[in-house]
């Protein structure tokens, strides 16, 4: 049960997943095979349902799901409480880490493992290090956590607890969004280093090439109106920056791209972030 | 409604001449006093409807012992929990049984001794200095049946390093008790003071009154802790006067009784003075914790800063109701007043009422008030990193109160005091 006992060979499977918030449905049949040691990216437009996806696997009561399942070595996760499905070595990076007032990092840290069972005795020293390594310094580390951090802080110290709860699957929702340069490749070679020497599996859903360049991923998922259309190796990341999302597709003879409910008066293809560029990189 | 509280009972209390004479005007007073009621401001939301003074009688003279006839030994638990002190004052019922101080202090005027038995002159004067022109009920029910009660001077330039502790234990089927503390600081002193208290689960009414000196360039800080047991009910009413350039930190810590009341006022009457009002206050079962505050400016470039933090649990209520004012001569002033509360189950709520009352020019005032349930995204951030929603909910709960509990004076209670929270919420828990 410990997360990270990684040694052996560990499957997530996500199949004919579907999900409503509101009645609505988001998730429209999502179906992903995703390894220990394996890195998967995930990308699609604003609003195609992937943070939907992300928090629906982690169990948060927004979403309700109503298909499908989720598996961890063939034990369902769906049904089980959001804390259980993490001591079944399921870690979420989340798009908004939420502010914790008055509750530092190594309490949540300190609590996660002690409700495994196994809070290692140098735990302040190994949070110390991974703090280092992704330059959280230390007054970040006695605040509260999250709590008036940057939009880039958030996501370093998110990377700070993935390293240090060291997780079988990691799903990283948009870990790069708001790092500088120097953070981003410091955040990406972590999970890079965690993926292959501690064998995690990521599913980084990402807008951007620049964190592809440095977790080069085993797969790329293209995700469209609530479901993966199209799976490849890293060079449909490639082809992405090509042709954006519409000319995936059209040439797929798909018609719609996300899975926002219609406003009354407007047409949900106005909206100006699709069809654009999705690797018009702020940083580059 | 005052059956058991006559002239005569208060006359048989004995003590020094002055304090006779104190309690005869107040008596003389209470045959006039009006009974409040919900309907007045002040006592919104309050449960003082339920109050039956005839319940209660004050206790004997021959019950209190003879004043100077000091019979406990010392602080027991509470004078160890709060670590090195530099003088304790033990008070039973409102009597003082116990001082000591450090003859260093002694020597240089310091004083920690009882109201009744203090040789001082000074007590005489300054008692009432803060309180007597209190329009509270409970107040002249107070003066007029004060039997004693602790007294903390700290002369002028002098600083004490260590806490003073004031201990009050309140015990005894319908009775009745007025424990009051005085702190006086002279200019320039310097001293910290925890006043604390307890009973046992005895429907005890403890009308208390603490006054709070604080001369030019003086600086006190002070905690109240006050751990009574589930069938007490307490009215406190705490006033404070604050000189020029004089700094006061008062703060409160409430987790017991049955219906339990803190009045605390700060008049900052003299230019630059400050302070910093504090409490955090937990309720759980049937509790009603009751607060009003005063943070009031009387003075230019004064500043007060107040920060009251409460969880209420089970059918459990809490009232904050406040008042920020700043009185015309009060140029310059900042003020702000913030209280947030946490309603942990459905059956419990939370009153919060910050009020403004501004008649100054070139002034900076903010104030805040939240009411709600623990949020939703805490509790599933946490649980995302296999933190059950148990343990969840209770470091939300203590973090939450965490920029209180880091602030209070007497570090070496802290650790308990936030113990008592995780049990109440635990035993609460068991509940559900
Ligand atoms: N709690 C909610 N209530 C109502 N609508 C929601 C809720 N959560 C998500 N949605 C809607 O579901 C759709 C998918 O949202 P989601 O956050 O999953 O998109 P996304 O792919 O992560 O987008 P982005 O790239 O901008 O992060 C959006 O139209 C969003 O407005
Ligand atoms: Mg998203």
Known sequence: MTASS????????????????????????????????????????NGSGKSTLSHALMGSGEYEVTRGSVTIDGEELLGLPTWQRAHHGLFLAMQYPVEVPGVPLESVVGAALEARGAVPADLHERIAAEARAVGVPDALLRRGVNTEFSGGEKKRAETVQLAVLEPRFAVLDEIDSGLDVDALRDVARRVYALAKDRQVGVLAITHYARLLAELRPDRVHVFLAGRIVKSGGPELADELERTGYEGIAAELGIDELTVGRPAADADPFGDPTIGSNPFADPLA | MTAAFTADAARALGGPEWLARRREVAVERLADVVWPTPSEEIWRYSRIDRLDLGRYRPFAAEELGAPGDERAPGGGPWAAEAGKHAGMIVVRDGRVVHHELDPALEAKGVRACGIATCEDDLVSTLIGRASSRSEDAFTVLHDAFLAGGAFVHVPAGVVVEN?????????????????????????????????????????????????????????????????????????????????????????????????????????????????????????????????????????????????????????ARSVYSGLVHLRPPAKKANASQTNRNLVLTEGASAESIPNLEIEANDVRCSHASTVGPIDDEQLYYLESRGIPPEEAERLIVLGFFDDVFERLPVGALTRGLRRSVVDKLEHARARR
Request: glycine share 10%; net charge negative.
């Open chain 1, 6 to 45: 990684n040694g052996a060979d560990h499957v997530l499977r996500i199949s004919d997943l579907h999900a409503t918030v509101s009645r609505h449905e988001i998730l429209r049949g999502v179906d992903l095979e995703v390894r220990t040691g394996e890195v998967h990216a995930l990308m699609g437009p």
């Open chain 2, 163 to 315: 806490p003073i502790l004031v201990l009050h234990w309140c015990e005894g089927d319908g009775r009745a008790s007025f424990p009051h503390t005085l702190v006086s600081l002279g200019e320039g002193a310097e001293a910290t003071v925890l006043d604390r208290f307890g009973s046992p689960d005895t429907d005890h009414l403890v009308d208390a009154v603490t006054e709070l000196l604080v001369e030019d360039n003086a600086h006190l800080r002070y905690l109240t802790v006050q751990e009574h047991g589930s069938r007490t009910w307490h009215l406190g009413f705490q006033r404070a006067h604050v000189g020029r350039d004089a700094t006061l930190r008062t703060s409160a810590v409430a987790l017991g009784g049955d219906y339990a009341r803190l009045r605390s006022e700060a008049l900052l009457t003299g230019q630059g003075a400050e302070s910093d009002q504090l409490a955090v206050y937990f309720g759980d079962g049937e509790q009603m914790l009751d607060f009003r505050t005063l943070q009031d400016h009387d003075a230019p470039n004064t500043r007060s800063d107040l920060l009251f933090k409460g969880a209420v649990e089970d059918t």
